[in-house]
């Protein structure tokens, strides 16, 4: 792929989710969820949020793509997790993993120890989730013991490059690393997405809804081509809305704007690297 | 019902529950939930939201009217809301039922089937959502086969004309049936209201709001002028708010702006038709 | 303590918790659970929320102070609360709690009887709240009926005056009464916090907030200081936000704006009496 390929790529897709609206379910934490929601609709997808097993199941059979986030877990997901990644497995859907806060609690290990299984399309996280996860599942690159703070990261985003490619070489989809930048791979490239802004972290979700959005644009791209589109809008957005906003209040509504007026030749045109 | 005597209703109803500050407690969704409560506070209600039996069963002998969403369904919601439903229809209490995604999962096809039973006041969704639930409560207009896409409608809010009227008769209340316009019945009168954004179904929540302030309306109206009155709110503040927003984000918020500085004789004039 | 040294303590406060970025993790409803992590994020902390028994009770061993706030119950709270609060007791980890809608239900009662023995550092609720907690734990000035009306007081600041004062004597730690203006004490001073805004009620989720926003600066000072200086920086943002805002929309995304942006001698600057 050349940056030419890549920046028509990422135009088609960001263009594609708008003509197509695709149903693109979460099974999502309750902090962030209107976030994830609006965010997903912001750049042309529709959302849908459930909780229960034989709904998520069911959302998993007529869905387009589909994201999951292990956030804020609740005793069902023990039931609703696996069954609906299982589907999404089975019938070959698009789905984008958050391993959030990987490290917390057993029921969380435990799911994202099945996970391995199912071979998320898309997995996104901060560095320190990137390389706990490649640990969980014996991959090179991770480390035994996560060094995730609560929902932060204590690594930087190229300190999990190496846990990145090893997760992505194992599911065959493409993992993002968010921080200051964000480095995206299928294992074989790495992109580097510039732009954004310092004022992302100091809200809450733009994580979580990132991995909305990716979810969204795995509904009409390959994994690695919807994962650098979402982290090009994402970067766009931040780094336009900081540009006028007073503080984080404001920045977190016109991020939304941004991301809602984002013309597809501007999300291309977001600065990156191909490595 | 002529026009000037349901705009006098309509006004009278927006002023009495600025006064009344009415306690109308929600058994909703965890995508909306926040937006729900600010907005019953926007128009002059008191909101309180809960999940356990005990909790819903105390809250249906206490409030003004009640507002039930079926969105994201948790496992204990099949001991809670059966409950919490039968109070309010023994006390006759007012309640507004949102039939959210009808049709996917047993849990959720099981509670609807329980409502028909206890006759909420006022039935708000979109057109897709309507047809299922007529459809699954055996009235005429309905369809057996829920055309809900997620959370989106399928079908026009006029091909829902004859499921919303049946629905309505059943109940003894009204029907509202949102959409592009939307059209409120309570079984013998049509009435279309006008106005709203285009930029309404491109957040999450106008809808499942909308059930939250009907609701509050509910505390001081029958069922049929407080989903009269809460159309016209919306549709009023839908239609401001969009001639000064950048996107979605600042759309949301003047939104909850306008339907806080929304005056009574506004309202009321908001544009609607009476068939 | 003269106003001077509180004003030079409150300076500190606020200084520290920026320097740190203390991990707070929260036990919160669903309704406010954004708007608690972003306000806890905008005065310099890290928000981590989660449900689950072994998740509460990690969070409680790792964080530097916790918040716990009983308003929207799920049925695994029954075992989460008391093993989070008792981690939390035996280290020695600041903790806050909001008894929001205490009368309400067999759980939420169970919960705040036994919270009495892990005496929570600062305790933060608005009058009603404050009077019914101390008649649920049989202290002086407390009521043996809650006069709470879903979560609103019906009772004002100063007539809560005794029970908060009963209550932080058998803590040990602070309680905060939140009304037109702010009432906190250790059990043997007591400040009232002036400014605000008559918005902050208009809106769902400034106790919430204020309660989460308390337990990061509890991180960095004595519960009493940490209790006032949350008071202060709430009614600086309030009386800030309300001077050039349209509606309760606007002011929400104002208010934690105006959070992120506060200095710490502005804090400190907010207007108090110390009784």
Redesign the interface.
């Known amino acids: 792929m050349t940056n030419e390929t890549l920046k028509k790529a990422i135009e088609q897709t960001a263009v594609a989710v708008r003509q197509m609206n695709p ?1 693109v ?1 979460s099974i999502t ?7 994830v ?2 965010a997903q ?2 750049v042309g997808g ?7 097993p ?2 998520g199941e ?2 998993a059979h ?2 387009q793509a589909m994201y999951i986030n292990v ?6 997901y023990a039931e609703t997790l696996p069954l609906t990644a299982k589907v999404l497995h089975e019938e070959r859907k698009p789905w984008v993993l958050d391993p959030v ?1 990987i490290g ?5 290990t435990d799911l994202l120890t099945q996970f391995k299984e199912y071979k998320p399309s898309i997995i996104r996280g901060n560095a320190s989730e990137i390389i706990a996860l490649a640990g969980l599942w014996n991959l090179s690159g991770g480390s035994a013991v996560s060094e995730v ?4 990261s204590t690594d930087t985003v190229r300190a999990a490059r190496d846990a990145a490619m090893a997760l992505a070489s194992w599911t065959g989809g493409a993992v993002a690393v968010s921080g200051a930048e964000d480095l995206i791979t299928d294992g074989k490239q790495v992109i580097i997405s510039k732009g954004g802004s310092p004022m992302m972290p ?4 733009t994580g979580c809804s990132l991995g909305g959005v990716m979810a969204v644009y795995a509904a009409a791209a390959d994994p690695f081509v919807a994962a650098i589109t979402g982290a090009a809008v994402y970067n766009l957005a931040g780094s336009r809305a900081e540009t006028y ?6 920045f ?10 984002a013309q597809p030749s501007d999300i291309a045109g977001n600065p990156f690297i191909l490595e």
Do not use: H
């Open positions: 149903l379910p934490n309750t902090v962030t969820i209107n976030f929601a609006n609709l912001a529709s959302a849908a949020m459930v909780y229960l034989d709904e069911g959302l007529i869905c956030g804020t877990l609740f005793p069902v806060a917390l609690g057993k029921m969380r703070r609560g929902v932060d100091c809200i809450t979700g906003v007073k503080g984080t209040g404001s977190q509504t016109a991020f939304i704007d941004e991301l809602y007026t």
